[in-house]
């Protein structure tokens, strides 16, 4: 298996527009996580979903934010409109059960930058 | 809220000594303690897994131990490489999923 995919591997945009970030786990995987690092707050969950449902979308930081997985192989977490402060590294992971008990494994993280 | 703390946030130190890093918990109440290693521009890569019910665990070099009564954990490198030098962070496992300390920016100089 080819690891967590994500993409863009990079992002800049403006103020106000939309960003879609997208995310394919490791086939096989139950659990994805969506995450967000920044030098302040260091690694913050986001959400996470099992078998494509939401279970815990309790660090959404705002209603700006939105993420789906329609498929067992994907997910996307959007922002709308995005702001400067949104700027950070966001990570998916994924785990075969709940990552309380088994290894998380991530991608190489979408580096967004809003302008 | 449950916070995790490592210590140091970074370090620098020179090839072939062994070291420690050291992370703490607020909760004793957890179901595992894992740690990661972050390249810079790269993603997370699991070393270690220490369940609740286990004390330590040992990955070639790297040793991690656990001491839920106190909050703590601590990850021993042997022989340190310049090829060790990463951010290094830990994460307590919980009911709520994953909280990950800031880590420890490490050093190993040539």
């Known amino acids: 298996d080819a690891g967590v995919i994500q993409s863009p591997r990079h992002e800049v945009t403006e103020m106000g527009q939309e960003v879609t970030l997208r995310c394919k786990p490791i086939?096989?995987?139950?659990?994805l996580f969506w995450y967000r690092q920044t030098m302040m707050r260091g690694l913050e969950l986001l959400i996470y979903?099992?078998?494509?449902?939401?279970?815990?979308d309790s660090g959404m930081p705002e209603d700006r934010f939105s993420a789906k997985m329609p498929n067992a192989s994907f997910s996307t977490l959007k922002i709308q409109p995005s702001e400067p402060r949104d700027s950070a590294v966001y990570f998916c992971?994924?785990?075969?059960?709940?990552?309380?008990?088994?290894?998380?494994?991530f991608g190489q993280g979408t580096r967004l930058t809003v302008v | 809220k449950q916070e995790v703390t490592q210590i140091p946030a970074a370090l620098s130190v020179p090839e072939g000594e062994n070291l420690v890093l050291n992370c703490s918990f607020t909760?004793?109440?957890?179901?595992?303690l894992q740690w990661f290693r972050q390249d810079p521009g790269k993603g997370l890569t699991s070393l270690l897994l220490?369940?609740?019910?286990?004390r330590e665990q040992t990955s070639g070099r790297l040793n991690a131990s656990l001491d839920k009564s106190s909050g703590r954990s601590t990850l021993y490198i042997a022989a340190s490489q310049p090829g060790d030098s990463a951010t290094y962070l830990c994460?307590?496992?919980?009911?709520?999923?994953?909280?990950f300390g800031k880590g420890t920016h490490l050093i190993i100089q040539p």
């Open positions: 220490i369940q609740s019910s286990q």
């Open positions: 994460a307590r496992g919980g009911a709520d999923g994953l909280t």
């Open positions: 979903f099992n078998n494509n449902v939401p279970i815990d």
């Open positions: 086939s096989g995987h139950d659990y």
């Open positions: 909760d004793s109440a957890i179901y595992n």
């Open positions: 992971a994924s785990s075969f059960v709940a990552p309380m008990n088994t290894e998380a494994f």
